[in-house]
């Protein structure tokens, strides 16, 4: 049974993927932050396709993440979009707070060069 923590995040999961969708044009750039790893992939919606990802565990092997790895990650993201001819997407936090490691996340994203 999961908790009810879990069971919250997945209702405003529900509620964010209602209004967000990505499409070839915009894809989504969805988070998912675990206790040991933080990943980030970018999806077209329309074709159900992962146009780019990466994960904390790439780029630090098995160390934990912080919020200077999670900022790493986001430049990680944004270069292999960049080589996608990527330039804009929707983000989608996945029911998780924009704060902290997900907010790390996207200002690195920001920063290399994604808009959203």
């Not at 964010?16 to 990943?39: E, H």
């Amino acid at each position: 049974m999961a908790s009810k923590k879990t069971l919250r995040r997945l209702k405003i999961k529900r509620s964010i993927r209602k209004r967000i969708s990505g499409t070839a044009d915009r894809p989504r750039l969805s988070v998912y932050r675990s206790n040991s790893a933080i990943y980030a992939q970018i999806i077209d919606d329309v074709n159900g396709n992962t146009l780019a990802a990466v994960s904390s565990k790439e780029i630090l092997g098995d160390k934990s993440v912080n919020i200077d790895a999670a900022k790493e990650v986001g430049k990680g993201l944004a270069e292999k979009a960049k080589t996608a001819n990527i330039e804009s997407v929707v983000f989608d936090r996945n029911g998780f707070l924009y704060h902290g490691k997900v907010k790390a996340l996207a200002e690195g994203a920001r920063e290399g060069g994604l808009k959203f």
